[in-house]
């Protein structure tokens, strides 16, 4: 059997290899083998400033649809998604900034390499199964997941306990990527309807200005993309003979530039607008799922350490308390940290 090796990371303008639940379990135990850390002095580096990258570039877009959407322009349904739901992403954000203070970060084992190098490891899990899920979570995926993870380099407990918070960051960069799509898509349907309009005008006043007209549009096409271009070739379908220069003249351009007909990337353009809104839909309810997991329970179903100390051959461990068993934990982690030995 080939040796199971982690994809590689997905350029922004592609859609990720979507994986079953049994690929994503073997993609997380193929990552904990093939994982490599920093030197424990190391840094590594800050993920923080990339949250709050993310929530200034989420916060611009929310602004930028709302205002589409009080102009009573049309928006499509992954927008109307977004609109719905951007409280639950600020309390997201929030949760984020409080629950990662700067010493716990400091302390998580960090990539040496790699699609995310510098970032905890943990991250680096929790994003690769995020992309290749399209942001939709499963508890008892991520308690598996972390369990094969973890038969290539076992997961200290503080990084179990960090994982949620990795999650929440990757669903938030996941939605970064997403809002820059549904704006840039948005402001490229505007401007086709602009030019719907002028060619409109333009072949109603006649044959030299309908060929200004065309001429603007020769300029600007390359800057307005496949769903610009669809939703002009839509708006010009069947409004006189007039414009039937300018039809085949899209046509052709599309077919030369994107390497398809108009018939076939009006499909297309139709699936990425459901797919748009199945991976903004998926985001959220991830959240929400974030939020109804026990994390207690993810951290003892899932820690090495926990299973060894449940090994007391009195019993004592197994039979106590939460707080007396994480108690138990935490003495590990300290001990393991001023030994400089492995937690396990």
């Not at 409080?98 to 084992?109: D, I, M, N, R, V």
């Not at 040496?112 to 290749?132: I, K, N, Q, T």
């Not at 991520?142 to 990084?159: F, K, M, N, P, T």
């Not at 748009?276 to 820690?303: A, C, G, P």
């Amino acid at each position: 059997m080939p040796e199971s090796r982690p994809p590689a990371a997905t350029p922004e303008n592609q859609r990720p290899e979507l994986l079953s639940r049994e690929e994503l379990v073997e993609l997380a135990r193929a990552l904990g083998s093939a994982h490599r850390l920093l030197p424990e002095k190391s840094r590594g580096r800050a993920l923080l400033p990339r949250v709050a990258r993310g929530a200034r570039e989420l916060e611009s877009a929310f602004r930028d649809l709302t205002a589409v959407a009080e102009r009573r322009e049309p928006i499509t349904p992954a927008v109307e998604w977004f609109l719905d739901n951007f409280h639950i992403v600020e309390d997201q954000i929030s949760r984020i900034r409080k629950h990662l203070p700067s010493t716990f970060y400091g302390e998580l084992p960090k990539l040496d390499g790699g699609d995310l190098p510098g970032l905890p490891r943990v991250y680096g899990l929790a994003y690769s199964l995020l992309e290749h899920s399209d942001g939709s979570l499963d508890e008892t995926c991520l308690i598996e997941a972390a369990r094969v993870y973890q038969l290539g380099s076992a997961l200290r407990i503080g990084e179990l306990w960090a994982f949620p918070i990795m999650l929440r960051i990757g669903l938030l960069e996941n939605l970064c990527r997403l809002s820059r799509s549904l704006v840039s898509q948005h402001r490229s349907r505007i401007q086709a309807d602009l030019f719907a309009d002028e060619l409109a005008r333009a072949g109603e006043l006649g044959p030299r200005e309908l060929a200004v007209a065309q001429g603007n549009l020769a300029q600007a096409a390359e800057k307005m993309g496949l769903a610009g271009l669809v939703r002009l070739f839509e708006r010009l379908r069947g409004r006189g003979h007039r414009l039937a220069p300018t039809l085949e003249w899209l046509t052709h351009h599309v077919e030369a530039t994107f390497g398809t007909s108009v018939d076939d990337a009006i499909r297309r353009e139709s699936h990425n607008l459901a797919s748009d809104q199945i991976s903004v839909s998926n985001s959220i309810s991830s959240f929400r799922l974030l939020d109804r997991i026990d994390w207690r329970r993810f951290v003892e179903e899932t820690s090495q350490v926990e299973a060894i100390l449940c090994g007391d051959p009195a019993g004592i461990h197994a039979g106590s308390d939460f707080a007396t068993r994480d108690a138990a934990r935490h003495a590990v982690e300290v001990i393991a940290r001023r030994a400089k030995k492995s937690e396990n």
